[in-house]
């Protein structure tokens, strides 16, 4: 069985929403309901798949399956405001030890297994020595982020410039300290209805995910070669514009993604 992964790299404010209010946020973002990472639904990024598809047999309708499997898209980096230096991409040794997972679940060999990612709570791998304000917190800086994980992580940026950046960006916190800032540190919009006379009729609170978080999904085949048309929409020679449209206000520029196509090989065999 074929599979393959989609990296997906946040051109624009992404809003995919949860359906409900949490305290002040009228419209939060869906998030994984045990780790509260953000997440976005494969029935969102199925559903902008099949608009893009010639063949939209390969999707499936009511009365049979589709040829291919597909998962939530799940957090890998996540940008965060430091008070020091330009804005860092955060992730943490759970999301590293899931992409793990994953990629060996997708036939694919991490660059990075065994890697020691041992942090403390309040310390940060990544470039520069002492202190990195994040937010409004302090870290301390232990070392660098392991070659292997940045090469690993930036074949999913389809970018060549802005994976370049990883090198100077990319950060490795505590778990603990990674689920804060995906909790508390997402951008927080407000949006406003006015009537004909320039009044307010509606004033809401919308959180969204901010340009340059990274998420990817896996794809696996039912049918032989059912993912051939899938990475048929992003790179070929015809196609000069890899970019996935996901989640609410589209029509104000909203939910752009910049697509990488990582595999495509054979999987696990079932046991």
């Known amino acids: 069985m074929k599979s393959m992964i989609l990296g997906l790299l946040a051109e624009t404010p992404v809003h995919s929403g949860a359906g409900r209010s949490e305290g002040f946020i009228d419209l939060p973002v869906a998030r994984e309901a045990v780790t509260n990472y953000p997440v976005i639904a494969a029935s969102s990024i199925k559903g902008s798949l099949k608009d893009l598809a010639k063949d939209k047999d390969i999707f499936g309708d009511e009365y049979r399956a ?3 499997l597909i998962s939530d898209a799940r957090l890998l980096l996540l940008p965060v405001r430091s008070l020091t230096s330009q804005y860092k991409w955060a992730t943490c040794p759970h ?4 992409l793990g997972r994953d990629l060996k679940l997708c036939g694919l060999t991490p660059k990075f297994d065994n890697l020691p990612l041992t942090i403390e709570k309040g310390g940060v791998l990544g470039t520069g020595s002492g202190k990195l304000f994040l937010e409004e917190r ?3 800086l232990y070392g660098k982020v392991p070659k292997e994980l940045r090469e690993e992580i930036g ?3 389809v970018h060549q410039q802005t994976r370049a950046r990883l090198e100077d960006q990319l950060i ?3 778990n603990d300290d990674f689920q804060w800032f995906a909790s508390y540190g997402l951008p927080v919009n407000a949006r406003n209805k006015l009537d004909s006379n320039k009044k307010s009729e509606n004033l809401w609170y919308e959180e ?4 340059d978080t990274l998420l990817y999904s896996m794809l696996f085949e039912r049918k032989e070669n059912a993912l051939d048309d899938i990475k048929g929409m992003f790179n070929n020679s015809n196609n000069s514009r890899p970019y996935l449209q996901l989640g609410g206000n589209e029509t104000v520029g ?11 090989v054979d999987g696990p065999k079932q046991p």
Request: glycine share 12%.
């Open 138 to 140: 302090e870290f301390n």
């Open 155 to 157: 074949n999913l940026i």
């Open 208 to 211: 969204s995910l901010a340009p």
């Open 95 to 98: 999301i590293i030890e899931r």
């Open 172 to 174: 490795v916190v505590h």
């Open 66 to 68: 589709g040829d291919f």
């Open 254 to 264: 909203m939910g752009w993604f910049a697509v990488s196509i990582l595999g495509g």
